[in-house]
C-alpha cells in the first residue's frame, strides 16, 4: 500500500515553463488537495476535488490548474511558471465525511525551484 | 475555519513530558480538533484527533476543556526523533478534509 504518491521529488523549471506535479493515492479516498509550504511557513491550499470530476479553488490558486478524472489521479499543472511559485508542493487525500477514518494522508511533497 | 493559534517554538529535554497548547475561540459546534507532525523534506503526519475532554493513543494525549476554546498537545517522555513541527487545526468533518488549514505550528526542539 503506497499511500500518496507524488512525482517527481524534485523539479527545476526556467520561467515561462510549464509544467505538471503528479499525485496518485491507492486509498480510494474521495478527497485530494494541494498544497505550497513556503520556507519557515505553513501549508496553503491550492486546490481541492472532493470527487473525480470536481474541483475547487483554495487560498492561493492562481497560476494553477487542476483536473480530476479518476478517484486516484490529481494533477497539478503550472501554466507559466514564476519565481514565486519556488515552493514545496504537497498531495493530500482523505475519505469522505461520514467515513470512520479521520485523517487526511500527505505525498512526500515535490520540491519545485524556478530561476 | 477557526483560526487557531499555538506558540511559534518549544524547547525541551529528551524524557520530559511536552505540552503544546492551541487557542481556538471561535470553534464552531461541529468542529473537530487535529493535530498534525511535520518532519524537515516530509509531508504533515496525522498524530490525534478529538472532539472534546480526553483523547489518548500510542503517541500522545489530546486535552480539551469543557469550553472546546482550547487544546493541549501532550508528548509523553520526548526523545531526539520527537524533533518536528506540530500543527494544530480545527474543522474537518464539518468543512471536509479536502481543505485542511494550517497555521504555522510550533516548532519543537529536544535536546539530549
Known amino acids: 500500500n503506497a499511500g500518496v504518491t507524488q512525482t517527481p521529488k524534485f523539479q527545476v523549471l526556467k520561467t515561462g515553463q510549464s509544467m505538471t506535479l503528479q499525485c496518485a493515492q491507492d486509498?480510494?479516498?474521495?478527497?485530494m488537495s494541494w498544497y505550497r509550504q513556503d520556507p519557515g511557513m505553513g501549508l496553503r491550499l491550492i486546490h481541492y476535488?472532493?470527487?473525480?470530476?470536481?474541483?475547487d479553488q483554495g487560498e492561493v490558486p492562481n497560476g494553477y490548474n487542476v483536473s480530476r478524472s479518476t478517484t486516484e489521479d490529481f494533477p497539478l499543472r503550472l501554466l507559466s511558471a514564476a519565481p514565486s511559485q519556488t515552493s514545496v508542493y504537497f498531495c493530500?487525500?482523505?475519505?469522505?465525511?461520514?467515513?470512520?477514518?479521520?485523517?487526511?494522508?500527505f505525498g512526500q511533497g515535490t520540491r519545485l525551484t524556478v530561476v | 475555519l477557526a483560526k487557531t493559534t499555538q506558540p511559534i517554538s518549544m524547547d525541551s529535554y529528551e524524557g520530559q513530558e511536552v505540552n503544546i497548547t492551541c487557542s481556538h475561540n471561535n470553534i464552531a459546534t461541529n468542529d473537530y480538533i487535529t493535530w498534525y507532525q511535520q518532519f524537515p523534506s516530509q509531508g504533515p503526519r496525522f498524530i490525534i484527533q478529538?472532539?472534546?475532554t480526553k483523547v489518548t493513543n500510542e503517541v500522545a494525549s489530546l486535552f480539551i476543556p469543557a469550553d472546546r476554546k482550547s487544546s493541549t498537545l501532550s508528548l509523553p517522555r520526548v526523545s531526539l526523533s520527537d524533533t518536528a513541527v506540530y500543527y494544530c487545526l480545527v474543522g474537518g468533518r464539518n468543512t471536509g478534509f479536502q481543505k485542511l488549514v494550517f497555521g504555522t505550528g510550533t516548532r519543537l526542539l529536544v535536546s539530549p
Open positions: 478529538g472532539y472534546k
Open positions: 493530500a487525500s482523505s475519505p469522505a465525511q461520514g467515513s470512520r477514518d479521520t485523517e487526511a494522508f
Open positions: 476535488s472532493v470527487g473525480a470530476g470536481i474541483t
Open positions: 486509498m480510494n479516498h474521495e478527497y
